[in-house]
């Protein structure tokens, strides 16, 4: 069985997947750090499925772009679990996953998350027949940039994804990552290390002193 984490935004989700199929998922928007929810949306997880850790023998976490601290909670989890049972964990895209939460959707998909300061973390999809094929990278960009080469008709997913989506002929779909979007990418085989995070930003903190410090920088 697959266990497959997000704490890549302002939620947090933990899914079981097995042979492809969800078995269980949990999920949660409630503003507390994901250092106080995502053990408990694991637990909550395995109970609504039945099962108990050593049920798990994979692990996938949403390891960037996103928070900075989320995702350094959210891999820090995955690869404790991990650990703890000697099975493999490996990394996922959090774009991509939320890509996977689009799977009635034909045509392009377009994922943004908020990256603060009028920009986003962002990427471009296109999904047929369920199957998804990415068309750029994950990048950090300008809101107006992005958004100005997004098409229509275009399905905007991500927490970025409402407001992306008032512009034109656009449609706004599940606004958040989940954790079975993340266990499709690791069943379809976009992994990466999961200790590789991917911020494509310095943290909030590295940024402010290098724009009060900028020979530094």
């Known amino acids: 069985m697959l266990l497959a984490i997000d704490a890549s935004s302002v939620t947090a989700s933990a899914a079981l997947a097995r042979g492809g199929v969800l078995v269980s998922e949990s999920f949660i928007s409630n503003g507390l750090t994901h250092s106080q929810t995502l053990a408990p949306l694991i637990g909550a997880a395995l109970k609504n499925a039945g099962a108990s850790p050593s049920d798990v023998t994979r692990v996938a976490v949403t390891n960037g772009p996103g928070s900075f601290t989320g995702l350094r909670i959210g891999v ?5 679990f991990a650990g703890a049972l000697g099975i493999p964990c490996a990394g996922v895209s959090s774009l991509m996953a939320a890509a996977y939460g689009a799977l009635e959707y034909e045509g392009t998909v377009c994922a943004a998350m908020d990256a603060r300061r009028g920009q986003l973390y962002c990427a471009m999809f296109h999904m047929k027949q369920s199957v998804l094929t990415r068309v750029t990278e994950d990048c950090a960009m300008d809101y107006n940039s992005f958004v100005s080469q997004a098409p229509s008709p275009v399905l905007w997913v991500g927490d970025a994804a409402s407001q992306c989506a008032r512009e ?3 449609i706004a779909s599940r606004p958040y990552v989940s954790g079975y979007g993340a266990a499709l990418c690791f069943l379809n085989g976009f992994t990466r290390p ?4 991917i911020y494509l930003r310095p943290p909030q903190a590295e940024r402010e002193r290098m724009a009060k410090h900028p020979a530094a920088g």
């Open 76 to 80: 820090a989890t995955a690869l404790g």
């Open 168 to 170: 034109g002929d656009r």
């Open 194 to 197: 999961a200790d590789s995070v």
